[in-house]
């Protein structure tokens, strides 16, 4: 701060005052105008302070840089100066620094309306997950500090923005700037980097509290899944307490330890859908083939008028023999609804084989043709299908339990639950028992005890090239391989079931 008094002959003083701001980027100037004649009566007006003596002023302070011609109009044409901004510098500019703009949201909450009537808090889930090949994060590129100058023509020097040097976690990669993740599960930052944890935990029962479950990757569950709940596994899950009267879908193997009751449990995503597709398939080429044997068979033995064409004994075969064909269609393409891929076949399946579509055959060749081309999806689906997926489990009672490899059961064993497994299911405990209910696997079936002294009825199935084992069986317990049944009408030990080259079904037993 500064001051300077400037004395006119009429006795009217001028005293000048200049300040400035901390860092010297603003100078204001005061003029306050003093009357000392001794008769007031006979004072001059003030004169005003003028361009030229404020420019000196400047220059005696050497004040150089930003001087507001626009102050200086004022000043000379006012009475009143008080602390004017006279001069104005450039402040310096801070660096911006590098930082990451995140795109998921971590915390996620979800927002209840009030003015629903009927909410389902089992639907809310409050997991933040991401997918593969998701953009979680961009870095946003900063910029350095820009130096400031002072009314006194000084540089303020600013600084540069700092050196930050970011890098991917687990489950990310960073391309141009932008994290990607490289795997499912759930998204997590710091200052400097983005990861994916390929697994969820949670530390108590699924319940209306947490929400049901769906998450892209790995699942720990240790608690129970509790009545009407779902949990949706992206990878491989495990359940410590077991699952009542909930929803379970997992696509990789898991485990499920303590009780499995009234559940439906799916475990192989995907692959499970590949599995129904090919046993739908295959059950269609079947019965193909079976309507061209027939053909072959009424012609070559002159069955048939030979003014009746092909097309009219198909239709006929297929109206007489064959009626379950329209719903095997429908079930096939359905099933094609679930899978993401183009297929042929159900092409094929609409305008051929559904229903009145039937007529559009002509020819046997037409047949042969269907079974080349489902041939050729077999192959490509059973080559999908090598990929298998297993379950261990403890117990199941009035359950629906599906899997795409292996049910393996080292506990007490069922109750009148469905199971079906593409590969094997296995009995690991000598002691486990399994009663009423229907097993279906593609290769073998392994058990302890089935059935009861009572009879309890039990069905074990297994494909024609497959084949079952029981330590003891008692009666009622119905065998099935391929499309042959057996049913034990007396209760035996060391039972083996499988079919003869011949394809009857053979089973070598000891009687208990």
Not at 402 to 409: Q, S
Request: overall charge neutral.
């Amino acid at each position: 701060m500064g001051g300077k008094i400037l004395e006119k002959s009429n006795k009217i003083k001028k005293n000048v005052k200049i300040s400035f701001n901390s860092d010297k980027t603003e100078a204001y100037m005061t003029v306050i105008y003093q009357d000392n004649s001794e008769n007031l009566r006979d004072k001059n007006p003030p004169e005003l302070i003028s361009e030229y003596e404020i420019k000196g002023y400047l220059d005696d302070f050497g004040i150089k840089y930003g001087v507001l011609q626009s102050a200086i109009e004022y000043i000379e044409n006012n009475k009143e100066v008080n602390k004017v901004l006279i001069a104005k510098g450039k402040k310096p500019k801070p660096p911006i620094e590098d930082r990451l703009k995140i795109l998921f949201d971590n915390n996620k909450k979800v927002e209840i309306d009030e003015n629903i009537a009927k909410i389902d808090y089992r639907s809310i889930n409050n997991i933040t997950s991401v997918k593969e090949n998701e953009i979680l994060a961009e870095i946003i590129i900063g910029e350095d500090g820009v130096n400031g100058i002072n009314v006194f023509s000084e540089v303020i020097p600013s600084k540069p923005k700092k050196i930050v040097e970011f890098k991917p976690g687990q489950g990310c990669k960073l391309t141009d700037n932008k994290f990607i993740s490289t795997s499912a599960g759930k998204p997590n930052f710091n200052k400097t980097s983005v990861w994916v944890e390929p697994i969820y935990t949670l530390n108590a029962d699924v319940n209306l509290a947490s929400g049901n479950i769906n998450f892209p990757a790995n699942v720990e569950v240790k608690g129970k899944v509790t009545d009407g709940m779902k949990v949706f596994c992206g990878n491989s899950l495990f359940i410590r307490d077991g699952a009542f009267n909930s929803v379970i879908k997992a696509n990789n193997t898991s485990k499920i330890d303590g009780n499995i009751v009234g559940s439906t449990v799916e475990i192989g995503g995907i692959h499970l859908i590949i599995q129904e597709k090919i046993n739908l398939l295959t059950n269609l080429k079947d019965k193909i083939e079976s309507i061209l044997s027939n053909v072959e068979y009424l012609k070559n033995n002159n069955l048939i008028n030979e003014d009746v064409s092909d097309g009219m004994i198909i239709r006929l075969l297929v109206e007489s023999k064959y009626k379950d064909l329209p719903k095997l269609c429908i079930k096939i393409i359905s099933i094609a609804t679930k899978d993401y891929r183009k297929s042929e076949i159900i092409d094929v399946v609409k305008h051929k084989l559904l229903g009145t579509s039937i007529t559009n055959i002509n020819k046997i060749k037409e047949l042969e043709d269907i079974i080349e081309k489902i041939n050729s999806e077999l192959i490509e689906l059973e080559e999908e299908s090598k990929n298998t997926t297993d379950l261990t489990m403890e117990y199941g009672q009035e359950s629906e339990i599906k899997v795409a490899g292996n049910i393996l059961i080292n506990g007490k064993g069922l109750f009148t639950s469905h199971l079906y497994a593409k590969d094997n299911i296995k009995f690991t405990n000598k002691s486990s028992v399994c009663r009423g209910g229907h097993l279906k696997a593609g290769t073998g079936i392994d058990a302890a005890i089935v059935g009861n002294e009572s009879g309890v009825v039990t069905r074990l199935e297994v494909e024609k090239n497959g084949e079952i084992k029981v330590d003891i069986a008692y009666q009622n317990t119905i065998f099935i391989v391929g499309n042959v049944k057996y049913i034990l009408d007396k209760a035996s030990k060391n039972v083996h079931a499988y079919l003869d080259k011949d394809g009857s079904i053979i089973v070598d037993k000891l009687l208990l």
